[in-house]
């Protein structure tokens, strides 16, 4: 547990730092809790709050409550309440707990009274709100707690690295099915059962893709048909894993048989290493992206889909019709962790390039940051159809093409000040 104390002992520091710099004595944390389905009693599976997962290992915890106040040791108010409705596992004698003072209780009424401590903030869903709005999720301090998160501690990066563990199980179960002849469905059902996990287990839904599907970015049906040998030609999955609230996220693409399609992944794939080895600290994120539009154009004049150099492509937008996405994002609690956009723990804005507007990451990246790299090569007819008759495009390869749908690579990188760490490719 050395790294979960060391992660502890950080999260004080950090959070008496911000605590201090936005004038509070003293933080409460609330888990949050399920709220039913409109007109309904049911609510879907519940997730913590991120900062209350941040400091207590327990993802589906529920009304429940971290008080922090610098120099004293964190308290937890643990809900497990007495239920024949459900089943209630003690979380109070685990491992975790030997670095707080866990109070267990079993009803609303044990809740302290949050508003007998003066100078305190409140972090939390808007399902319970004791303090006034002002003290509510201040943003001068979620500011500070964001820009925190970035640079993950040890322990972190062991919980992101366990997901992509896990994930990497699940995405060799789906590849094996893939090629068995599986429908999307199957091939899902397949991913959970490698990873051991439920559905609602996943930081998020399992985007898996067969033949023209890749082209839609966040492709959300699986298709319960079983496609013909004879007619499968491509499959892309963008799946992940949960390990004690952190995510993994990662994408492959495969195709069915070997031929333009397949020489065009392996060059992507050659092209994704090379932009995952240069996740380095300091290494400015637009710059990053803006070469992912050259290699990506380099792959597309390989394949003779474009005719003008890569250079020209990316200069004139045209890369941008086949890749129009970012090429990734901060990962941890948060499958799109925070603050990509900020530039230092005031909060101070850093927009994303009129150029490229979707970008999720806009600043330098910094030391034990973890970021997805994800450079992506697509069909896509209603982007196509805008650039229709151009005279740099070759519209026969592009008909070709436009059956696979698309290529994604996706990996997890911890940026190190000299050489990346890749998660996704270490097992």
């Known amino acids: ?52 997962n941040w400091w207590v290992p327990l993802p589906e915890t529920a009304s429940s409550v971290v008080h922090f106040v610098p120099g004293q040791q ?22 975790w707990a030997q670095y707080f003072d866990v109070k267990v209780i079993g009803h609303y009424s044990e809740l302290p009274d949050f508003t007998a401590k003066a100078n305190h903030a409140w972090i939390g869903p808007e ?6 709005d002002a003290d509510t999720n201040p943003q001068a301090l979620i500011n500070h707690l964001h820009f925190s998160r970035i640079q993950k501690t040890d322990y972190e990066v062991h919980c992101v690295k366990q997901a992509n563990q896990l994930a990497l199980q699940g995405h060799a179960a789906a590849k094996a099915a893939f090629y068995d002849g599986a429908s999307e469905f199957e091939i899902h059902l397949a991913y959970l ?26 492709y959300q049906y699986q298709s319960r048909a079983r496609i013909p040998s004879a007619d499968l030609k491509s ?63 380099e792959v597309l004049h390989e394949f003779k889909v474009i005719q003008c150099t890569p250079e020209s492509a990316v200069e004139q937008g045209l ?13 941890g609690l948060q499958v799109h962790d925070v603050s990509g956009h900020v530039i230092d ?11 490229y507007p979707f970008l999720r990451l806009t600043d330098q990246l910094r030391e034990n940051a973890i970021v997805t790299i994800e450079p ?16 740099d495009v070759n519209w026969q390869q592009v008909d070709a093409l436009l059956p696979y749908g698309g290529i994604r690579i996706e990996d997890n990188v911890v940026v190190k000040p000299a050489q990346s760490v890749n998660l996704s490719r270490a097992a």
């Open 319 to 331: 890369s941008q019709t086949f890749f129009p996405h970012g090429l990734g994002h901060y990962l």
């Open 376 to 391: 992506g090569v697509y069909f896509i007819p209603m982007l196509l159809q805008e650039i229709a008759g151009h005279q």
């Open 235 to 297: 499959f892309l999955i963008d799946a992940g894993a949960n390990y004690k609230g952190y995510a993994a996220d990662i994408t492959r693409t495969y195709a069915y048989q070997p031929g333009l399609f397949a020489d065009m992944i392996a060059l992507m794939d050659d092209k994704q290493q090379q932009l995952c080895e240069q996740a380095v600290a300091g290494q400015d994120y637009v710059a990053l992206h803006r070469q992912a539009h050259l290699y990506i154009s």
């Open 127 to 132: 399902e319970l709100q004791p303090l006034p």
């Open 193 to 218: 059962a490698a990873c051991d996990a439920n559905e609602h287990h996943m930081p998020y839904g399992n985007i898996v893709a067969l033949n023209e599907n890749p082209a839609v970015l966040h």
């Open 74 to 95: 964190p308290t937890v108010y643990l809900y497990q309440p007495a239920d024949f409705w459900h089943k209630i596992i003690d979380h109070s004698q685990e491992k």
């Open 1 to 52: 547990m050395s790294l979960f104390k060391n992660h502890i002992q950080h999260l004080s520091q950090i959070t008496t730092d911000a605590l201090q710099a936005t004038g509070y004595d003293g933080l409460w944390i609330y888990s949050g809790h399920p709220v039913n389905r409109f007109l309904d009693d049911m609510a879907p599976p519940h997730r913590s709050n991120p900062h209350f």
């Open 345 to 355: 723990a005031q909060g101070t804005f850093k927009a994303p390039p009129a150029q």
